[in-house]
């Protein structure tokens, strides 16, 4: 059912011609721009002289302001500074380029506007990430020369745009290391996904007595699925507790599993503790029981690369707007003997063969689990999104995000009555802390006066917040385009805080 990946030359491309309003020099072409942001073959990034300092690059021109943790007379040993490879995009044709985050924020233009008079410091990256440029300039090109609806029209539009929706789900195949894009399923995004697994597959396959497996770290997204179709088949969602430090008590899980376990559900990153569980050791037990094992990537895939084969998942979820992709758009894997045996959870157009008042025939999965018309420029974005951040060397991302995580922990540290929560050798960025005497929330509404985004509140994982007695906690999260100065600028708030009270 799917399409070969499209090519730059399969979309119409004439040469753009002045436009006498811009003073005779010629606009960009949202064909071009669209062959190019859907190339597979590499993103672009502009030349490294471009301005990197965001103020540098701030439209209002105000100036950066000073290095404010020295001002604000931290205490103790200044933090080592993260490293990462800086510079030229180098690299052959198709081979990933060099990283930096200096290099990677010049392709954000949102992260060179102001908030409250400073220059923006994005650390809510858990709840969404920033777009670069190349998937904006993306969504602008394909509404203004390529939006077509998909798979059933005869013209040229409906089968360019079916070869764009296509290539997404071949990109989305290659990024998690599926066997086939025929295993990828569209989604709105992980929170749909799993909805779709429990209500096609869980209606199907669970039973009175049979266990769900759940870790207390869970979003609550990986929590309410599983009792709604458990309420509906009286199976039982089994909680799997943590230890102190927020990792998985893998010792109470190997207790936990047995016959009766028919699925586990598990992050491979916490977005509250920032955890990254041993999934595929924890997947390779499940499945000594029999019991499929779900994945909410929803966390991880921005972070560290992903090979569901070597997980060995069933079933993989994630959301493409953590990814640097639009809203609304998200994707399921799901082994294809698995897939195959899934019922249709909604009806509609798009996933039928024949409709007869005595007699439906279905299409053939993907489709299957596709009713009616799908988010179409959602999955372009998301396809550019992807050709964008694997256009990156992937281990030096994670590497210099881990390297500056270990910088704001130690800068963090500084701040009197400040508390982190979850120390798990292996976890992402993510950093959720209480400071005494202060509510999250205004904390947050602090912070922002200083231009600087967290969250605050119960991260939709409350479970995994009474683990540590709380109701609430405020969450700075961090990605591959936040700096060391980022950080100094979030601590240096936090100290100016604590001064005040």
């Not at 410091?121 to 998937?135: E, I, M, S, Y």
């Not at 400040?418 to 400071?435: H, K, N, Q, Y």
């Amino acid at each position: 059912m799917t399409t070969p990946d499209v090519s730059g030359s399969r979309w119409p491309h004439t040469a753009p011609t002045a436009d006498p309003l811009a003073g005779g020099a010629a606009p960009l072409d949202p064909a071009a721009v669209l062959a190019a942001a859907l190339s597979l073959s590499t993103a672009t990034h502009p030349p490294t002289d471009t301005p990197a300092d965001p103020v540098a690059a701030d439209p209002t021109g105000q100036a950066a302001p000073a290095a404010q943790g020295a001002q604000d007379g931290q205490a103790g040993s200044p933090p080592l500074q993260p490293t990462a490879q800086s510079g030229q995009p180098t690299g052959l044709p198709g081979q990933p380029v060099a990283f930096s985050p200096e290099m990677v924020r010049r392709d954000f233009p949102i992260l060179h506007r102001t908030v409250n008079g400073h220059p923006l410091v994005w650390l809510d990256n858990g709840a969404t990430t920033q777009k670069p440029r190349q998937v904006i300039e993306t969504l602008a090109a394909f509404y203004g020369s390529g939006n077509s609806n998909i798979h059933r029209g005869a013209h040229t539009m409906a089968r360019e745009a079916t070869e764009a929706y296509e290539a997404g789900r071949a990109a989305v195949a290659r990024f998690l290391g599926a066997p086939s894009p025929d295993d990828i399923v569209f989604v709105r995004g992980t929170t749909e996904a799993i909805n779709l697994v429990a209500q096609s597959w869980g209606r199907a396959n669970l039973g009175p007595g049979d266990d769900i497996l759940v870790p207390v770290l869970e979003h609550h997204s990986n929590i309410v699925p599983w009792q709604l179709v458990a309420k509906e088949t009286r199976a039982r969602v089994v909680p799997v507790p943590l230890r102190p430090d927020g990792q998985i008590d893998l010792d109470a899980y190997a207790d936990l599993l047995s016959m009766r376990t028919q699925l586990v559900a598990v992050s491979q990153a916490s977005n509250v503790l920032g955890t990254v569980p041993p999934v595929r050791e924890m997947t390779a037990l499940a499945h000594r029981y029999g019991a499929k094992v779900l994945v909410d990537g929803a966390q991880a895939v921005a972070h560290f690369p992903v090979d569901v084969q070597d997980l060995d998942a069933d079933f993989y979820v994630f959301s493409g707007h953590k990814l640097f992709a639009p809203t609304g758009i998200g994707a399921l894997y799901a082994k294809p003997d698995v897939l195959r045996g899934m019922a249709p959870w909604q009806g509609g157009g798009n996933m039928i063969e024949s409709v007869d008042f005595t007699r439906t025939t279905y299409a053939p999965v993907p489709h299957l689990l596709e009713a009616g018309t799908g988010h179409i420029s959602g999955v372009v974005g998301l396809l550019s999104a992807l050709n964008w951040l694997t256009s990156f060397d992937r281990e030096a991302i994670a590497a210099y995000e881990t390297s500056l995580m270990a910088y704001a922990q130690q800068a963090l540290a500084t701040v009197p009555g400040l508390e982190l929560l979850g120390s798990a050798p292996d976890r992402i960025a993510v950093l959720t802390f209480t400071l005494a005497g202060h509510d999250p929330a205004a904390i947050a509404g602090w912070l922002d006066r200083d231009g600087i985004a967290i969250r605050a509140g119960h991260h939709c994982a409350q479970p995994a917040l009474a683990h540590y007695g709380l109701e609430s906690a405020a969450r700075a999260s961090l990605a591959l385009y936040n700096t060391s100065e980022e950080v100094d600028k979030l601590v240096a708030s936090l100290h100016r805080l604590q001064q005040s009270a």
